[in-house]
């Protein structure tokens, strides 16, 4: 393998819960019960304008999509500029060990400036190569334009790529691509998907990854 992609939301950072508890809130001030766990399991990897579009249809909301939209942006970034986004187990240490050896993107359906923003936070933003977002490709994820355009934009083919996704989602926008796909994810109901591998954190995923890429690692190989 030649090239690691990486999906962002859930995957890099613990910022499910973070979007949970914000779409809740939100979703409240229009008498709409949004539960953190029910966010989770059904909209987890799945874009914002989607999601309001959903609730909009679905409750019969008086706000269009852009509102919603736009409002959930500025309520995200001001609770990361109070609090921050907090970093899954095992991330730091493997991009890290992998930064200089394995050439890395992050491959996200979330807005660029966010994802950005919060690499920079964490350090991490010059440790990959480029950052491509879903929202400035023609179909976002579960689509598979994103990663071919990562593919394209790399100058790697897809059979020489291994993503880390942690949605099904995600996890079908990879294989679309004919990409090999890590799934990262403990709930119970991603544990029946057509992932080439599943494990429950990135702790657990990061022998095998070793595996995948231990020419690079063991050369440090460009």
Not at 15 to 30: I, K, R, V
Not at 87 to 99: E, H, Q, R, S, T
Not at 129 to 150: C, I, M, T, W
Not at 152 to 157: I, L, N, P, T, W
């Amino acid at each position: 393998m030649q090239t690691l992609f990486f999906d962002f939301d859930g995957t890099l950072v613990d910022s499910e819960t973070f979007h949970a508890d914000n779409w809740s809130a939100y979703l409240a001030t229009y008498g709409v019960t949004l539960t953190a766990a029910d966010f989770i399991e059904y909209y987890a990897g799945v874009t914002w304008p989607k999601i309001a579009k959903h609730f909009i249809d679905s409750y019969q909301l008086s706000v269009d999509v852009v509102t919603i939209t736009t409002d959930m942006e500025a309520l995200t970034e001001a609770k990361i500029r109070q609090h921050g986004i907090p970093a899954l187990p095992g991330v730091d240490v493997l991009l890290k060990d992998f930064f200089g050896k394995v050439p890395m993107a992050v491959v996200t359906g979330a807005p660029r400036d966010y994802v950005e923003g919060v690499l920079k936070q964490h350090g991490w933003f010059d440790l990959f190569e480029q950052v491509f977002s879903g929202y400035e490709v023609v179909n976002n994820k579960p689509s598979p334009d994103v990663y071919l355009h990562a593919c394209q934009a790399m100058k790697v083919q897809s059979h020489q790529v291994v993503a880390v996704e942690d949605s099904r989602t995600g996890l079908q926008s990879a294989k679309n691509a004919e990409i090999c796909c890590l799934l990262i994810n403990e709930h119970p109901s991603l544990k029946d998907t057509d992932a080439d591998h599943t494990f429950a954190s990135m702790v657990a995923a990061k022998p095998l990854l070793d595996l995948l890429f231990k020419d690079k690692l063991s050369f440090g190989l460009a």
